[in-house]
């Protein structure tokens, strides 16, 4: 099933932001509780716990929770996903082209 241009949407919304790219930066290396993301990110826990719910709304991060603190890690799947939109979103579709009727292009 083809996902919405809103579900869609919500990978690039997760990619649009400095913050979330630098959080996305350090979970490359490996899955990071929240209280170690914070430090370096200069970030509250409540300005933490937003940009984390953009990025795994995206599916591009997923969660756990391990006693009170949420554990965050790269979803491959996200991952796989985010990539396929963009080359589908960027490569043209030559059986859908049709010239302008005013130009007559």
């Not at 370096?40 to 991060?61: A, E, F, R, W």
């Not at 985010?82 to 049709?98: C, F, G, R, S, V």
Request: aromatic fraction near 6%.
């Amino acid at each position: 099933m083809e996902k919405t241009y809103q579900e869609q949407a919500k990978v690039f919304k997760a990619l649009c932001d400095p913050k979330r790219l630098a959080i996305l930066e350090q979970l490359r290396s490996g899955e990071k509780c929240a209280c170690v993301l914070l430090e370096p990110l200069d970030l509250t826990q409540s300005g933490l716990s937003y940009h984390m719910k953009i990025l795994c709304d995206s599916g591009i991060v997923v969660s756990r929770q391990e006693g009170k603190w949420m554990h965050y890690s790269l979803s491959s799947s996200g991952r796989a996903y985010a990539i396929k939109l963009l080359e589908k979103l960027t490569t043209p579709n030559t059986e859908q082209i049709t010239g302008c009727t005013d130009c007559k292009k």
